[in-house]
């Protein structure tokens, strides 16, 4: 019995995330579409099968403009004037504001997934990100910093890495961090 209830669990594990999403996709899809096909179809009379998503997505993309534009970016340049002047909170604002930008934001960090040989001997590589080129401002020259993500956490380690040790991965970044943060659980 215990075994039965062992694969049972398996297969919540392995059907549960794809059930849930199709689920919360069809209840909102059904939540939105059925009354503003229903609207279209009184006003116009006619009918016209996804509206309701096309109107949803419209809905969403202009309320983040209007939340990018008008509110976001005058709060945010409040927010940064006052942790500016702040002496200890302004390093803290300051290097946690860059590392959600490297993952989110305009100038993202991880865009170049690489394999590193960490240890000659052993043939030992790692999964990184190149996160600077240039370390001439440390008195650097050809080596590059590299980004190691910790699996199943938000955190990581970087080091100094010699380019000849880096090799390029041509994978989309996404796919590679999530390889990385799951263990290699994921597939590519």
């Known amino acids: 019995m215990k075994k039965i209830f062992r694969y049972f669990l398996q297969g919540l594990l392995l059907a549960a995330p794809a059930g849930i999403t199709i689920y919360v996709i069809y209840w909102v899809f059904d939540f939105i579409d059925g009354p503003i ?5 009184r006003l116009f009379n006619i009918q016209i099968p996804g509206i309701g998503l096309v ?4 809905f969403i993309a202009l309320l983040g403009w209007v939340g990018q ?6 709060i945010g340049r409040l927010v940064d004037r006052i942790f500016e002047k702040a002496p200890v909170v302004k390093m803290i604002y300051s290097a946690l504001t860059d ?4 993952f989110v934001g305009e100038k993202k960090k991880f865009t170049r997934p690489v394999l590193v040989k960490v240890n000659l001997v052993s043939e030992l ?6 996160t600077a080129d240039d370390l001439s401002d440390l ?3 050809d080596k ?3 980004l190691f ?6 955190s990581g380690e970087m080091f100094i890495v010699p380019k000849e040790h880096i090799t390029p991965l041509n994978i989309p970044p996404g796919e590679v961090m999530k390889f990385a943060l799951t263990g290699g659980v994921t597939r590519m």
């Open 144 to 146: 590059v910093a590299v």
């Open 37 to 41: 096909r229903n609207f279209v179809d």
């Open 125 to 130: 590589e790692k999964v990184g990100f190149i």
């Open 55 to 58: 109107v949803t997505f419209t």
């Open 149 to 154: 993500p910790h699996s199943y956490n938000w």
């Open 69 to 74: 534009s008008l509110l976001f970016q005058p």
């Open 99 to 102: 590392f959600f930008k490297a």
């Open 139 to 141: 008195g650097i020259k």
